[in-house]
């Protein structure tokens, strides 16, 4: 059976420190990718979206940035963090051709 | 521009009766929808699923509808037992555009024992 996997599962980083968030996907191969955000009390906001390695879509312009050096692995990244970045991010996968996906535990960002 | 609603953010219900939980969106592209499930601090978890072609999708407790004249659909839970409280995403897409889904912004829904 498929699983994702996020890590870590909390952090806690200063402003203008660098991020870097790593989301894994066993089970499966070519999935494609994605790393949402949720904001405290909203829905969830789509980032960036993968189909392959190296090929990487952003949705909305923000100070972050996206990867994927593997087929199954995807990492969320920022040179230098706002306060704004603070938030729930989730990694989620979908088979090809397939509208269903499926999250990850997600990862708790506070920037102070 | 908000292309899917859910404009009750909270819900509560006694336990054993009814859930109704309602998604209203705009984008006549969209033609797959589904509802999540989620925890505090913890993923989404897929619930059910309906392709535009049908109106109404059953599984087990969960039932969801489409109208697809009024773009509303709706997720019925019967019974609702105290582990169904959680916050309620629907999401929808145009199957063709890379399984991109948008999301509304949930509905909490607390079940009374």
């Known amino acids: 059976s498929q699983t994702i996997h996020q890590w870590p599962a909390t952090l806690v980083q200063p402003v203008g420190s660098p991020l870097s968030l790593e989301c894994t996907v066993e089970?499966?191969?070519?999935?494609?990718l994605y790393w949402y955000r949720q904001a405290a009390g909203r829905g969830l906001q789509l980032l960036f979206y993968?189909?392959?390695?190296?090929?990487i879509s952003s949705e909305v312009p923000q100070n972050l940035s996206a990867s994927r050096p593997q087929d199954r692995q995807f990492i969320l990244s920022s040179k230098k963090l706002l306060l704004s970045d603070s938030g729930f991010y989730l990694c989620?996968?979908?088979?090809?051709?397939?509208?269903?996906?499926?999250f990850g535990p997600g990862t708790r960002l506070l920037v102070l | 521009d908000q292309q899917v609603k859910q404009n009750s953010p909270s819900l509560s219900v006694q336990e054993g009766r009814i859930s109704i939980l309602n998604c209203d969106y705009t984008n006549s592209m969209f033609d797959y929808f589904l509802w999540y499930k989620k925890y505090p601090a913890e993923g989404p978890t897929f619930l059910i699923s309906?392709?535009?072609?049908?109106d109404k999708n059953e599984d087990g407790r969960f039932t969801v509808f489409l109208n697809k004249s009024a773009k509303h659909l709706s997720l019925h839970i019967v019974p609702s037992q105290p582990g169904d409280s959680a916050v309620y995403f629907c999401?929808?897409?145009?199957?063709?555009?890379?399984?991109?889904?948008?999301f509304g912004g949930g509905t909490r829904v607390l079940v009374k024992p």
């Open positions: 089970g499966t191969s070519n999935p494609n």
């Open positions: 999401a929808a897409t145009p199957s063709a555009a890379g399984n991109k889904l948008t």
């Open positions: 993968s189909v392959g390695i190296g090929q």
């Open positions: 989620a996968w979908s088979g090809l051709a397939q509208e269903t996906q499926y």
């Open positions: 309906i392709s535009s072609i049908k």
